[in-house]
């Protein structure tokens, strides 16, 4: 039995205990940055296509930086929630329902 750590799995030890200093120095902080049309169409469960139609005929809430948008996690679930991803079809199944 070695007393010590050798070569992977010392880097490995060390690139844990970083990463568990980081996370707990970051706190929430994570949780409000900028993500990326991937990271929001993950969230959301759609592909990128949906994304980018979404915020050029639905107003979905995002913000162009560069030649890239990004997005903030509570404005988009607020923005889903107020209907804004709603298909027309839905938004007409929802209204005959109301009205039956």
């Known amino acids: 039995m070695k007393p010590y750590l050798v ?3 010392w880097a490995r030890l060390y690139s844990i205990a970083t990463f568990e200093v980081a ?3 970051l706190g929430d902080d994570m949780d409000d940055r900028w ?3 991937d990271e929001i169409a993950d969230y959301l469960g ?3 296509d949906t994304i ?3 915020v ?4 979905m809430p995002g913000h162009k930086v560069g ?3 990004k ?3 509570e404005d988009v679930d607020a923005w889903v929630r107020e209907g804004g991803a709603a298909a027309s079809s839905d938004e007409f199944d929802d209204k005959e329902r109301r009205n039956a």
């Open 23 to 25: 996370h707990s120095c």
């Open 35 to 37: 993500l990326s049309v």
């Open 46 to 48: 759609v592909v990128k």
């Open 67 to 69: 030649r890239f948008w």
């Open 56 to 59: 050029t005929s639905k107003g």
């Open 52 to 54: 980018y139609t979404w």
């Open 71 to 73: 997005f903030k996690k």
């Open 7 to 9: 070569g992977q799995q």
